[in-house]
């Protein structure tokens, strides 16, 4: 869940801002003016009631989903309820031309939730990119061994002496093999 969201800054508070100014004017107002005219004096009609309000219930669940900074989520039910909106508006402004001043603000929420959409796409991808960026500049190590650190011990050859720490004298190591042994690999052991 927490993939699908990111901080506010200055610029996305004021399109939010400016989204819920529109929705109060023509989503929540005008729209609902609209909405109980048509129920109560224009039952003829009542199908544009119907579709302004489908279309504001969809475009207030879009606002909710911008205040919980779910941009992507948002982003269909902006789009689906501004075109139901806008059909419904259109057929209404075609006969009174002065209803356009009431219902064309709605696009102020739809570019809001476009350019929300926008930057939080941009977002993701370049967090991506640098997710991407980082895993392919990780060292080997930690790509082939997946966290599993290999520590190699420094080993001694036969043969080289030693210093003692408490005596400062040198030691031998002794070998598991004589000198003459070794040399006489080849040859058979004597027996039966």
Same mark, same amino acid.
């Given at each position: 869940?927490?993939?699908?969201?990111?901080?506010?800054?200055?610029?996305?508070?004021?399109?939010?801002?400016?989204?819920?100014?529109? %929705?109060?004017?023509?989503?929540?107002?005008?729209?609902?003016?609209?909405?109980?005219?048509?129920?109560? *004096? @224009? &039952? $003829?009609?009542?199908?544009?009631?119907?579709?302004?309000?489908?279309?504001?219930?969809?475009?207030?669940?879009?606002?909710?989903?911008?205040?919980?900074?779910?941009?992507?989520?948002?982003?269909?039910?902006?789009?689906?309820?501004?075109?139901?909106?806008?059909?419904?508006?259109?057929q209404l402004i075609d006969k009174i031309e002065s209803y356009t001043v009431r219902y064309i603000f709605e696009v102020v929420i739809l570019i809001a939730s476009l350019i929300l %959409?926008?930057?939080?796409?941009?977002?993701?991808?370049?967090?991506?990119?640098?997710?991407?960026?980082? *895993? @392919? &500049? $990780?060292?080997?190590?930690?790509?082939?061994?997946?966290?599993?650190?290999?520590?190699?011990?420094?080993?001694?050859?036969?043969?080289?002496?030693?210093?003692?720490?408490?005596?400062?004298?040198?030691?031998?190591?002794?070998?598991?093999?004589?000198?003459?042994?070794?040399?006489?690999?080849?040859?058979?052991?004597?027996?039966?």
């Open positions: 869940m927490n993939k699908l969201r990111y901080d506010d800054w200055a610029f996305t508070i004021i399109l939010k801002i400016a989204a819920t100014a529109a %929705f109060l004017w023509s989503g929540f107002f005008w729209s609902g003016v609209t909405i109980i005219n048509f129920y109560s *004096f @224009n &039952t $003829s009609e009542s199908y544009r009631a119907t579709g302004f309000l489908v279309a504001s219930i969809l475009i207030l669940i879009s606002l909710i989903l911008m205040y919980l900074r779910m941009y992507i989520v948002q982003f269909p039910f902006c789009v689906i309820g501004s075109i139901i909106y806008l059909i419904q508006a259109g %959409f926008a930057l939080h796409m941009a977002r993701v991808i370049s967090k991506s990119l640098d997710e991407k960026g980082r *895993f @392919n &500049t $990780s060292p080997a190590e930690s790509i082939i061994g997946d966290g599993i650190t290999v520590s190699y011990h420094k080993t001694e050859k036969p043969g080289k002496e030693k210093k003692s720490r408490k005596k400062g004298k040198k030691t031998e190591k002794s070998s598991e093999y004589s000198a003459e042994a070794e040399n006489n690999i080849d040859e058979k052991p004597s027996g039966d």
